[in-house]
Every structure is written in structure tokens, then in C-alpha cells.
């Protein structure tokens, strides 16, 4: 038979405690409360610090971040505002520009003025002279169209800057350029009774004579609005 041990003294009874598997004494737990509460601060300082500092320096990015974006969409909407106001201001002065004078009807960048009275084919030129244009020149099937529409509304004769008094049967312009494209009317020219001059007769054109009286078109360029 095993000897039994000793009891203990009274007053020295220890009771265990068991924690995954081991067993502690309450001498055992007393130290181990002393040695956590020495070590304890000093580690949690050391972890505590770099993660605080962490932590603070992502607060001040986010907030950076969201001063920036904040300061971006002021920029935007400022940048946006200047653009509509540079929109109004171009669209007011458009409003306030005048490529051709009063009267003076424009077309492909040419301001073109129909007279309301009848002169002679010479008179005519002149006539445009005096208002800084010529008589007209037609050098394209979009201005023969424009001025064949424009003049339907009166139906008259209209002189144009065409003849040949120069040389007959050799067309010059008043810009003294030899005639390349034209719109004569089916059996024109026939220069009956020395017809030396142009007319513009819907739908096309017609020689007369230059001492007939008819209305008359001069042309000049328009003029560009500055700062447009």
C-alpha cells in the first residue's frame, strides 16, 4: 500500500486551477497578474503608437482627399460658368455685328444689293463702283440659283457685270476675267442689234443692248465681325 503524504499545514492549503490543460496554483496565478501588470503598459505603448500614428495619418489623407475634390468641383463649376458667360458675350455681339450694309442681302461671305431704280448697262457699273462693290460676277451655280431666286420676286431684267464690247463674241467680266461658266437662255446670244451686254432674266441669261435701262445688282465682300 502507498504511503500517504502529509496534509498540509493550515493556512497553506492552495487550491489549483486548471487552464488548457495545466494547472495553476493560486501562488502561480499571483504572479502572473504582478508580472502583466509591470509588462503590460510598455508593450501596449509600443504596439499602440505605430497604429495610432497610422490611423491619424489616414484621417489627414481622407480629409486632404476630400478638400480635393471639394476644390475640384468648385473648378469645374467655375470653369463652366466662365464658358456660358464667353457664350452669351459672343452670341450678344453676333447679335450687334452686320457683315453687310443696310439693304445689302449676304451670301457665301459676299453681301449682294439689288438697286430699285433703271439705268444703262455703264451706269451700272459705276453705280456699284460708287458704293465699294462691282457690278456682279456669277462664278458659280449656287450664286446663278441665289440671284435667279431672289430676283423671282420682282421678275425684272437686272443688269450683271458681263459683256463683250471689247472684242465681239469674247465675254469679259468687269473684273476684265474671261467668261467660263454660263447660264444663257436657249438661243442666247444672238447679239441682235449689236446686243454687247448681259442681262439676268429668269431662268438665265440674255444679251441686250447696253443702252437698255434695267435694274442692277452689285456685289462686294462682307465684312467680318472682329473679335468673333
Same mark, same amino acid.
Given at each position: 500500500?502507498?504511503?500517504? +503524504?502529509?496534509?498540509?499545514?493550515?493556512?497553506?492549503?492552495?487550491?489549483?486551477?486548471? !487552464?488548457?490543460?495545466?494547472? !495553476?496554483?493560486?501562488?502561480?496565478?499571483?504572479?502572473?497578474?504582478?508580472?502583466?501588470?509591470?509588462?503590460?503598459?510598455?508593450?501596449?505603448?509600443?504596439?499602440?503608437?505605430?497604429?495610432?500614428?497610422? /490611423?491619424?495619418?489616414?484621417?489627414?489623407?481622407?480629409? @486632404?482627399?476630400?478638400?480635393?475634390?471639394?476644390?475640384?468641383?468648385?473648378?469645374?463649376?467655375? @470653369? *463652366?460658368?466662365?464658358?456660358?458667360?464667353?457664350?452669351?458675350?459672343?452670341? =450678344?455681339?453676333?447679335?450687334?455685328?452686320?457683315?453687310?450694309?443696310?439693304?445689302?442681302?449676304?451670301?457665301?461671305?459676299?453681301?449682294? !444689293?439689288?438697286?430699285?431704280?433703271?439705268?444703262?448697262?455703264?451706269? =451700272?457699273?459705276?453705280?456699284?463702283?460708287?458704293?465699294?462693290?462691282?457690278?456682279?460676277?456669277?462664278?458659280?451655280?449656287?450664286?446663278?440659283?441665289? /440671284?435667279?431666286?431672289?430676283?423671282?420676286?420682282?421678275?425684272?431684267?437686272?443688269?450683271?457685270? /458681263? =459683256?463683250?464690247?471689247? =472684242?465681239?463674241?469674247?465675254?469679259?467680266?468687269?473684273?476684265?476675267?474671261?467668261?467660263?461658266?454660263? !447660264?444663257?437662255?436657249?438661243?442666247?446670244? #444672238?447679239?441682235? +442689234? *449689236? *446686243?454687247?451686254?448681259?442681262?439676268?432674266? #429668269?431662268?438665265?441669261?440674255?444679251? #441686250?443692248?447696253?443702252?437698255?435701262?434695267?435694274?442692277?445688282?452689285? *456685289?462686294?465682300?462682307?465684312?467680318?465681325?472682329?473679335?468673333?
Amino acid at each position: 500500500m502507498e504511503e500517504m +503524504g502529509e496534509p498540509n499545514e493550515p493556512g497553506s492549503h492552495e487550491e489549483k486551477v486548471t !487552464f488548457w490543460g495545466q494547472s !495553476f496554483t493560486d501562488k502561480d496565478l499571483r504572479l502572473l497578474r504582478t508580472y502583466h501588470s509591470r509588462n503590460l503598459p510598455g508593450c501596449l505603448s509600443r504596439i499602440s503608437l505605430p497604429l495610432l500614428l497610422l /490611423l491619424v495619418s489616414l484621417g489627414l489623407f481622407f480629409v @486632404l482627399l476630400v478638400t480635393m475634390q471639394v476644390q475640384s468641383t468648385s473648378s469645374q463649376k467655375q @470653369l *463652366e460658368d466662365i464658358q456660358q458667360k464667353l457664350t452669351w458675350m459672343n452670341a =450678344s455681339l453676333a447679335s450687334l455685328c452686320h457683315p453687310c450694309s443696310w439693304n445689302w442681302e449676304l451670301f457665301q461671305k459676299k453681301c449682294y !444689293f439689288i438697286s430699285s431704280r433703271k439705268t444703262t448697262w455703264q451706269a =451700272s457699273v459705276s453705280a456699284c463702283q460708287d458704293q465699294g462693290g462691282q457690278l456682279v460676277i456669277i462664278n458659280s451655280v449656287e450664286e446663278q440659283k441665289f /440671284l435667279t431666286t431672289w430676283n423671282a420676286r420682282r421678275d425684272k431684267r437686272i443688269w450683271i457685270g /458681263l =459683256s463683250d464690247l471689247h =472684242s465681239e463674241g469674247t465675254w469679259h467680266w468687269v473684273d476684265n476675267t474671261v467668261l467660263k461658266l454660263s !447660264f444663257w437662255v436657249e438661243g442666247e446670244p #444672238n447679239n441682235l +442689234g *449689236e *446686243e454687247d451686254c448681259v442681262e439676268l432674266y #429668269n431662268p438665265g441669261w440674255n444679251d #441686250n443692248q447696253c443702252t437698255a435701262e434695267n435694274l442692277w445688282v452689285c *456685289e462686294k465682300p462682307s465684312a467680318p465681325c472682329t473679335g468673333l
